[in-house]
C-alpha cells in the first residue's frame, strides 16, 4: 500500500510536467548543434558547429543539473541520439565482472569500452592496461557542459576514438563572481547524493573546486556502493592573449557485484582509486590560436573476486593493478587566409602498468604483468569556408604505436549553409583503436602479434531552423564499416585473442527541439541501427520523449525512453537467436524555489514500475523516487 500511495502521488505531480526549457536557452543545447555558440570537440579551437561536417551533440550543465544525476551518463543516455550506456543498478556502475558503464554510439564501443573516448578539457581519459574509461569518475559537478562526436574522432585524438568521443569540459567562470551551491538529496535503498561546488572569478584568476558523495546499498544485497569525488580547476590570464590552467580530479569507490539472478556471489568487492591532473597553456589570437598541454591520469584497482553465495569457497587472494596514461598534447591553428583555419598538431602518450595477485593470508604476491607502451602522432587539418553558403574540410593523422606500428588516418567533409537556416553536411571519416595491453600480454587469450582495429565512416546530415528559431529539425544518415576488429577464437585448442571481426552498420538518427511558448519546450530524439551482426548493448531502436515547463517558481519535467531490439546476449550461432530485450521508461521531477535560490526537489525513475534488464542477469530497479534540495548563495 505505501508503494501504491507513492506511486499515486508521483503520478499525479508528473502528469502536469514538461521538459524544462532552459532559461538561458542560447547557452544550452540539446540538438546536434546550437548556432548561437562554439564547440571545441572536434576542432580543438573553438568553432562555430555549422562550419563542421562532424555531428556534435552539446548537453549544457543546466540540463545535466536538472536531472539530479551525480554521474553525466544517465542524461546522456536520454539526451544524445545513437548512444546507448548499460546500467546495472540505482547508482554505480563498478569495473570488471559484473561492472557496466559500457558507451556505445552506433553499435561502437566494445567490451569493456574501448572503442569510445572519454575526454576530460580534451584530453584522454582510459586505464593504462586495459585501454578503458572508468564512468564512476565522471561527475555532474564538475562538468560545465558535455561534447559528444557521433562517429570517428581519430583525426584528432587517435585511438579507442573509433566509435566516437565524449569531451567532459569542466567549470571555469568566465565573469568575475563568487559562486557556491550546495545540494543534498535521499531515497530508496538508502541512496544518498551530497555535495558543494565553489566558482571564483576575479580579475584574471579563476578557479572552481568541488566535492561529491554518493553511496546506496542497491535493490539487491550484496550491491552496496559509495564514492568520494574532488575536483579543482585553477586559472590565470597573463594577457588577453595568454594564458595558463591547471586541472585535478580525485575519486575513490567501493563497489560490490551481487553477480547473476541465477547465481549470486558473495565478497565480490572492488576498491578503485584514481587521479587525474593537467598542465595548459593557451593563447587566442585573432588569426592564430593554440595550447600546449601536459597530463597524467592513473588510479590503483583491488579487486576480491568472491565466490557462490550457494556453497562455494572464499578466494585465497586479491588482484592488484596500479596503471597510468600520461602524455603530451600540442596543436597550433592559424588563418592563413580569408575563411581558412588551419591546424597542425602532434600528441604524445606513455602508458602501462603493473598487475599482480596478493594472497590474503600471508601477503605474498605473484606478478602477473609489469609493462608500458607509448605512442606518438601528428596531423594536419585543413578547413576552408569558400563562400558564406559553402564550406570543406580536410585533414589527415599519422600516428605510430610501439607494437601496432604505423596508421594513418583521413578525414574529409561538405557543409552547405542553404536559405532558411538549412544546413547539409556530408562526412567520410576513419577512426581506429590500437590492442590493448591486456589483449596483447595479459590472460591466456593474449597475443603480441595484434594489429589495429580500423572503420570507415560515410555520414549525410540535415538539420533546420524554423519559427524564428523557436523550432529546430535534425537527420542524420550513415554507414560504417569496420574490420580486423579484435575477437577471442579458439584456436589449436586454446582461447586466442585474433584480428577477425567485422562490423557493418547503417542507421538514422532524427530530432526535434521546440521552445512551445516561453519557457516550455519539447525535445525528442529516435535512432534506428541495423547491424549485419548483432551485438550486445546497441539497441535497434530508441526513443527519448521529454517535455519540460520552467516558472520562476517552479521546475516541473518528464521523460520517456522507448527501447527495442537491445540484445542481451548476442547470437552465438546461425540457428541461435541470442537473447533481446524491450522496455519503456518513464521518469519525472518537480523543483519548487523555497527562497532566493533555495530549491527543493523531487524525482522518479521508472514510475511504470518496468521489470527490465540491461546486463544479462542484472535486473534494474522498479520505480525509485530521489527527494532532496540545492542552494547557491
Request: with cysteine.
Amino acid at each position: 500500500m505505501k508503494h501504491t500511495r507513492l506511486l499515486a502521488l508521483t503520478l499525479s505531480v508528473c502528469l502536469t510536467n514538461t521538459v524544462y526549457a532552459q532559461e538561458h536557452e542560447a547557452s544550452d543545447s540539446l540538438n546536434v548543434v546550437q548556432l548561437e555558440e562554439v564547440v571545441t570537440t572536434g576542432t580543438k579551437n573553438p568553432t562555430d558547429p555549422r562550419l563542421l561536417p562532424l555531428t556534435v551533440s552539446v548537453v549544457g550543465q543546466q540540463r545535466l543539473e536538472e536531472r539530479h544525476e551525480p554521474n553525466i551518463l544517465p542524461t546522456l543516455n536520454e539526451q544524445v541520439p545513437g548512444l546507448f550506456v548499460t546500467q546495472r543498478g540505482v547508482m554505480g556502475y563498478g569495473v570488471s565482472t559484473g561492472g557496466s558503464g559500457g558507451i556505445k554510439v552506433r553499435g561502437i564501443g566494445g567490451s569493456p569500452n574501448t572503442g569510445m573516448l572519454v575526454l576530460i578539457d580534451g584530453l584522454p581519459q582510459y586505464a593504462g592496461l586495459y585501454g578503458h574509461p572508468v564512468a564512476d569518475n565522471y561527475q555532474t559537478m564538475m562538468t560545465e557542459r558535455v561534447e559528444v562526436i557521433r562517429g570517428p574522432a581519430s583525426l584528432f585524438y587517435g585511438s579507442n576514438a573509433m566509435g566516437g568521443v565524449v569531451n567532459i569540459v569542466t567549470r571555469q567562470p568566465q565573469s568575475d563572481t563568487i559562486l557556491t551551491n550546495v545540494h543534498l538529496q535521499g531515497g530508496m535503498y538508502y541512496t544518498l547524493d551530497a555535495g558543494i561546488t565553489n566558482q571564483v572569478r576575479k580579475g584574471k584568476f579563476s578557479e572552481a573546486v568541488g566535492f561529491n558523495y554518493n553511496r546506496t546499498d542497491g535493490h539487491r544485497p550484496n550491491m552496496d556502493f559509495d564514492e568520494y569525488n574532488a575536483f579543482v580547476r585553477l586559472g590565470y590570464d597573463f594577457t588577453d592573449q595568454w594564458k595558463i590552467g591547471a586541472m585535478g580530479d580525485l575519486a575513490y569507490f567501493n563497489a560490490s557485484n551481487p553477480g547473476l539472478v541465477s547465481a549470486p556471489l558473495e565478497d565480490n568487492d572492488m576498491h578503485i582509486l584514481r587521479g587525474t591532473a593537467s598542465l595548459s597553456v593557451e593563447n587566442q589570437y585573432e588569426k592564430t590560436s593554440g595550447a600546449i598541454r601536459a597530463y597524467y591520469n592513473g588510479g590503483h584497482h583491488r579487486i576480491d573476486d568472491g565466490y557462490a553465495a550457494d556453497g562455494g569457497t572464499p578466494t585465497l587472494s586479491l588482484y592488484h593493478h596500479t596503471d597510468l596514461m600520461a602524455g603530451l598534447s600540442a596543436y597550433q591553428s592559424v588563418a592563413c587566409f580569408k575563411g581558412n583555419r588551419t591546424t597542425v598538431g602532434f600528441d604524445y602518450q606513455h602508458f602501462g602498468g603493473h598487475a599482480w595477485n596478493e594472497e590474503k593470508a600471508g601477503g605474498n604476491t605473484t606478478d602477473i604483468i609489469t609493462k608500458a607502451q607509448y605512442e606518438l602522432a601528428a596531423y594536419l587539418d585543413f578547413r576552408q569556408q569558400v563562400v558564406s553558403w559553402f564550406s570543406l574540410e580536410a585533414g589527415i593523422r599519422l600516428d605510430w604505436h610501439c607494437n601496432a606500428g604505423l596508421n594513418y588516418i583521413p578525414q574529409g567533409g561538405l557543409s552547405f549553409a542553404l536559405p532558411r537556416n538549412t544546413e547539409l553536411k556530408a562526412l567520410v571519416s576513419r577512426g581506429f583503436r590500437n590492442p590493448t595491453i591486456r589483449e596483447l600480454y595479459m590472460y591466456k587469450p593474449a597475443n603480441a602479434e595484434l594489429n589495429a582495429e580500423s572503420m570507415w565512416n560515410y555520414e549525410l546530415s540535415y538539420s533546420q531552423q524554423l519559427c524564428n528559431k523557436r523550432l529546430r529539425l535534425g537527420a542524420n544518415l550513415f554507414y560504417l564499416h569496420a574490420k580486423n576488429l579484435i575477437e577471442t577464437r579458439v584456436e589449436d585448442g586454446r582461447p586466442k585473442n585474433v584480428n577477425t571481426g567485422e562490423m557493418r552498420n547503417c542507421g538514422l538518427e532524427l530530432e526535434v527541439s521546440w521552445q512551445i511558448v516561453k519557457g516550455l519546450h519539447f525535445n525528442t530524439n529516435y535512432s534506428y541501427l541495423h547491424a549485419a551482426i548483432p551485438t550486445i548493448a546497441a539497441p535497434e531502436h530508441k526513443l527519448n520523449l521529454s517535455l519540460n515547463y520552467h516558472h520562476e517558481r517552479f521546475r516541473i519535467g518528464t521523460s520517456a525512453q522507448y527501447v527495442a531490439g537491445l540484445y542481451l546476449q548476442a547470437p552465438k550461432a546461425p540457428d541461435d537467436n541470442g537473447i533481446s530485450t524491450h522496455f519503456v521508461l518513464w521518469n519525472a521531477h518537480f523543483d519548487y524555489r523555497i527562497w532566493k535560490e533555495l530549491w527543493c526537489h523531487v524525482k522518479a525513475d521508472n514510475l511504470l514500475a518496468q521489470e527490465y534488464e540491461i546486463n544479462l542477469g542484472y535486473p534494474m530497479p522498479r520505480t525509485t523516487v530521489m527527494c532532496g534540495a540545492s542552494w547557491t548563495f
